[in-house]
């Protein structure tokens, strides 16, 4: 049959099929391969910006307290709790801790800054006394001592001995110190460091240096110098819902 222009026209019996000119030929390869080009690129970019964001993610999601880019915190430091489990005093000895010896001045010398010290329920299932021997329990760190709830636990200086001297950071730098459900009875101040200021204050404790907090404790029969029951010479002192019985300050502040 007859061909339009441009274009070769073949029959091979029924149907037919049109061949495109050489022009058109070209112009639809140029067409093709340009589309492939611009495929191509953008196909490059997809992978390349997909091999980059897990980089990126992994970075983020990998602790490293050292970085400060790394958008994760450091983990917390992990405190211990050291229980009492003997009422006996003496010096102290921190292999008895942990284990059926520990004494309170055993933990104390075991603890570390914001560590607890509590005391076993066997031990205080009935009223108990810790009498000091070995002189006054000298807090050098934040930590908290934590007596039961039933106030069955007394510590005593028998009249000898302050009972707690509170020196927590001498260096500008003051720890907090707690105390809740204690019973301090029979502390003397005149007996603690009579050479530093205020040392002979304060009979069940004394407070050099160091933020303290004293929750529900009881204070009976304490004497010293200035605050028969707590003298407090720099730093913070917060007394909630304690008594005060008994004690003496020769200048007459007997709490």
Known sequence: GAASKGVSSFTPGKGSFMV????????????????????????WNALAHRAETPAKSRILQTP???????????????FATWTVTSAADGPANVANCPGPGCRLRDAIANANDSDVIVFDAALTAAPVTITLSSGELTINKGIQIIGPLNKNLTISGNNVTQIFYVNADPLGNPKDVAFQNLVLTKGNGF????????????????????NLTVN??????NVGDSGGAIF????????????????????????
Do not use: M
């Open 232 to 255: 407090n010479l720099f730093n913070t002192l917060k007394v909630t819902d304690c008594t005060f019985t008994g004690n003496k300050g020769d200048d007459g502040a007997g709490g």
């Open 191 to 210: 007996s603690a460091f009579s050479g530093l200021i205020g040392s002979k204050s304060g009979g069940a404790i004394g407070i050099r240096f160091g």
């Open 64 to 78: 490293n307290a050292a970085s400060s880019t790394s958008g994760v915190p450091a983990p917390s430091p992990v």
């Open 20 to 43: 495109p000119s050489r022009r058109k030929q070209f112009a639809l390869t140029v067409f093709v391969s340009l589309v492939s080009f611009i495929c191509c690129v953008a196909g």
């Open 216 to 221: 529900n404790c009881t204070f009976t029969n």
